[in-house]
Each structure stands twice: as structure tokens, then as C-alpha cells.
């Protein structure tokens, strides 16, 4: 009885582990399909007092002063805490959001809470391509810590390379069910004919949930992409 009952368990063992692995990528996939699906959709609406974390990638030379920019009319009370999130050899984007927060400070603005962290990067300008490999992991295992910690509910970048495996994992984070993060990409204001490389790759993989572009030539080429005349406002009424 007992050499039947080990016979069956060892003819079922290879079957039930093909099932269960079966299942779990077809639950995967389901809900893949369904983020994506959603993605880009309003979310339901929250009640006005309800507050957003928000993760803000900043990036270096023309980057950060457009993100400065557009803060200037985000809902600072609804948009918070906020985390700002900057390569680990750009002090000076950093030390700008800094400023930003000191001067709503300054002005009377209650209820601000920030935080500032810093983010390697996958590749340095100049970096050769075999060892950026080691770098790149590295940086998303870092990436990884930073979202597992924040799990922000909004993200906000506008084309700096550091925005990529944190705009990744946040989707991974909507299939496995982790959190659910809106992402709104704004194309730089310098991108005029084409998208950069980081607006590419999260126009083509879908990944923004929202996808704003400052030229109409550019939403002509990119038709999910969206253009309006006022992007700044439009972004602070959107979520």
C-alpha cells in the first residue's frame, strides 16, 4: 500500500509542479494584460483631502530646472511627501530641490515633508560597455531598495536615464500587486523632432501611465503622447 501511495506521488510530482508553474504564469500574464489595459486610465477618485506620495527623479543640466518648473504648480499639500531622487554624482539637482522646499517653507506653505536620496547610475558618461553590465545591476538592486522602501503612488520624471529601472519596477510593482504607482512622464521641452532615449523606451514598453510631450510635431509622430498647451496645469488636475 505504501509503495502504491510513493509510485503515485512520484508519477503526480513532475504533473502537479508543471501545473502550478502553468498557473502562476498565466496569472502573471492575466494581470500584465490588465495593468497595461488600465495603464493611462484615471485611477478612482480620491477624496480632496487625501495625500500622494510622490517620487521625483531629478536629472542633470536642463532637466531638474524644468521639474522646479512644474512643482511651481503641483498641489503641494495633496503632493506629499515627496522624495526626490537624483544620481549619486549630481549634488547639484539635489541641493536645487533642496531650495525649492526651503523657499515653500519660507512662504508659509504647511504641512511640507521631503525627503532626499540619491541613486547610482547604470552607466557614467564615458563608461565602457562591459563593465557598465556589473554597474547596471548594481544600480537596479539599488533602484529596488529605494522603491521597496518609498513605494510612492506617484511618479514624476522628465528624461533623465536614472528615471528608467525606477519607472520598471514601479510597473513590476502594479503586476505583482505591491503598489500601485501613476507614472507621468514629461518629454523635455529640448525635444522637439524626437523622444529621448528614456521617452522612447517608456513609450514603446507602455509603461507611463500618462505621457507628455511639448511640441505637436511630437505627438503627431507619438499618438499616445499627449500635448497641451498648458502642461503644467494639466498634470496638477490630472490625478
Known sequence: MEKNISCFFS????????????????IILVRFLYVIYRTGKPLNKRTPQQTLSTLIV????????????LLLVLQKD??????????????????????????????????????FMQIYRSREVGQSYVTSVWTTLVATAHALWLMIKIRPQVVLCNGPGTCIPLC?????FKVVGIRWSSIFYVESIARVKRLSLSGLLLYKLQIADQFFVQWPQLQRKYPRAHYVGCLMYVFSNMV
Open 168 to 172: 520598471v519596477i514601479a510597473f513590476i
Open 58 to 69: 531629478l536629472g542633470s543640466g536642463g532637466h531638474t530646472a524644468e521639474m522646479i518648473n
Open 78 to 115: 495633496r503632493f506629499t511627501p515627496r522624495f526626490y531622487i537624483a544620481a549619486a554624482t549630481d549634488n547639484m539637482s539635489l541641493q536645487k530641490a533642496r531650495v525649492f522646499e526651503n523657499s515653500l517653507a519660507d512662504s508659509g506653505v504647511k504641512g511640507i515633508s521631503a525627503e
Open 11 to 26: 508519477n503526480s510530482s513532475p504533473k502537479l509542479v508543471i501545473t502550478c508553474f502553468v498557473a502562476f504564469i498565466t
